[in-house]
């Protein structure tokens, strides 16, 4: 055999193994960081649903105090308005 296949030999055998070991390892976070962004994903989706009806609420609230103020305005300019007295 010449160096280079001697070399090339050496090499497969060293790092053939060291690779598939590598590959496993791999494969192995792959699938642990599918579970844990697929949890991280479902939290989110839970926040999002929590803030979405807090948001909701705060809507709710604000057309409450907006309808408020209105009829606050309203009572506020029928007292003040003058009675018309007929001449």
């Given at each position: 055999?010449?160096?280079?296949?001697?070399?090339?030999?050496?090499?497969?055998?060293?790092?053939?193994?060291?690779?598939?070991?590598?590959?496993?390892?791999?494969?192995?976070?792959e699938e642990n960081m599918d579970t844990r962004f697929d949890a991280v994903k479902s939290r989110f989706s839970a926040l999002e649903?929590?803030?979405?009806?807090?948001?909701?609420?705060?809507?709710?609230?604000?057309?409450?105090?907006?309808?408020?103020?209105?009829?606050?305005?309203?009572?506020?300019?029928?007292?003040?308005?003058?009675?018309?007295?007929?001449?």
């Amino acid at each position: 055999m010449s160096v280079i296949e001697d070399v090339r030999k050496d090499l497969q055998d060293f790092l053939a193994p060291e690779l598939r070991a590598v590959h496993g390892r791999l494969d192995a976070l792959e699938e642990n960081m599918d579970t844990r962004f697929d949890a991280v994903k479902s939290r989110f989706s839970a926040l999002e649903e929590v803030a979405a009806a807090r948001h909701n609420e705060i809507l709710a609230r604000m057309d409450g105090l907006k309808s408020s103020l209105e009829l606050d305005k309203r009572v506020e300019r029928l007292e003040n308005r003058k009675p018309q007295h007929p001449s």
